[in-house]
Nanobody, 129 residues
Framework: VQLQASGGGLVQAGGSLRLSCVASGDTLDYYTVGWFRQAPGKEREGVSCINTDGSRTAYAHSVKGRFTISRDNAKNTMYLEMNSLKPEDTAVYSC???????????????????????WGRGTQVTVSS
């Protein structure tokens, strides 16, 4: 599956952005998907993930309560709604997909990059103070 992320931009602290990731080449129904981010000089960090039917989600502690991951399998698209943005959220955000086939009950492992084989080109999010 190929992934294309969009929706990044420049926003003031406290603002909101909605990232989208459109899949092509396969149906997203079979994939557990996640969002990762990487700030300059820092390691890539798992932000959030969601299983195939949306019944299980996970969030990084730093974004819990502010970010919401969702998916619309009919549109082959996943989303990341980001609210109450902080300057420390500034990073390049990338979406990723792992073909799990079924709706996995435990998604913690998908907060790490290793299970993913498909990655979208990142979109820059910049939060000004």
């Amino acid at each position: 599956v190929q992934l294309q992320a969009s929706g990044g931009g420049l926003v003031q602290a406290g603002g909101s952005l909605r990232l989208s990731c459109v899949a092509s080449g396969d149906t997203l129904d079979y994939y557990t998907v996640g969002w990762f981010r990487q700030a300059p000089g820092k390691e890539r960090e798992g932000v959030s993930c969601i299983n195939t039917d949306g019944s299980r989600t996970a969030y990084a502690h730093s974004v819990k309560g502010r970010f919401t991951i969702s998916r619309d399998n009919a549109k082959n698209t996943m989303y990341l709604e980001m609210n109450s943005l902080k300057p420390e959220d500034t990073a390049v955000y990338s979406c990723a997909a792992a073909k799990t086939g079924i709706a996995v009950d435990t998604v913690a492992v998908y907060m790490h990059p290793s299970p993913y084989r498909s990655w979208g080109r990142g979109t820059q999010v910049t939060v000004s103070s």
